[in-house]
Nanobody
Framework: QVQLVESGGGLVQAGGSLRLSCVVS????????VAWFRRAPGKGLEGVSC????????YYPKSVKGRFTISRDDTRNTVYLQIDDLKPEDTATYYC??????????????????????????WGQGIQVTVSA
């Protein structure tokens, strides 16, 4: 049974930082690309980061403007998302996701209401990040 569990969210003031964790079980994570998505109220899923399985290449959309850093520790089956200089517009539920065929370059494209949940097989339950002004 594949499970992804996010943690590390919470309420933080603008300008602060958070480090989200995604612990993966039920598969050998080193074989998978892993992405982080977020869903803000009234919006669709937005890919905010992705990291590849082989060389650890990272992908970010323009929207995060260098404030997000994804990393992975395959020995612990864990992917991290460091978010610095948090802004109120970062308020959202954050999800980690993986799939054997997950394409990082595609995952971070700004596609509006694209149905990523239908595309990728494995998702965490989501973790709330709330940023106050």
């Amino acid at each position: 049974q594949v499970q992804l569990v996010e943690s590390g969210g919470g309420l933080v003031q603008a300008g602060g930082s958070l480090r989200l964790s995604c612990v993966v079980s039920g598969l050998r994570m080193e074989r998978y690309n892993v992405a982080w998505f977020r869903r803000a109220p009234g919006k669709g899923l937005e890919g905010v980061s992705c990291i590849t399985k082989n060389d650890g290449k990272t992908y970010y959309p323009k929207s995060v403007k260098g404030r997000f850093t994804i990393s992975r520790d395959d020995t612990r089956n864990t992917v991290y998302l460091q978010i610095d200089d948090l802004k109120p517009e970062d308020t959202a539920t954050y999800y980690c996701s993986t799939d054997y065929d997950l394409n990082c370059a595609f995952a971070i494209l700004d596609l509006g209401n694209y149905n990523f949940t239908a595309l990728y097989d494995y998702w965490g339950q989501g973790i709330q990040v709330t940023v106050s002004a």
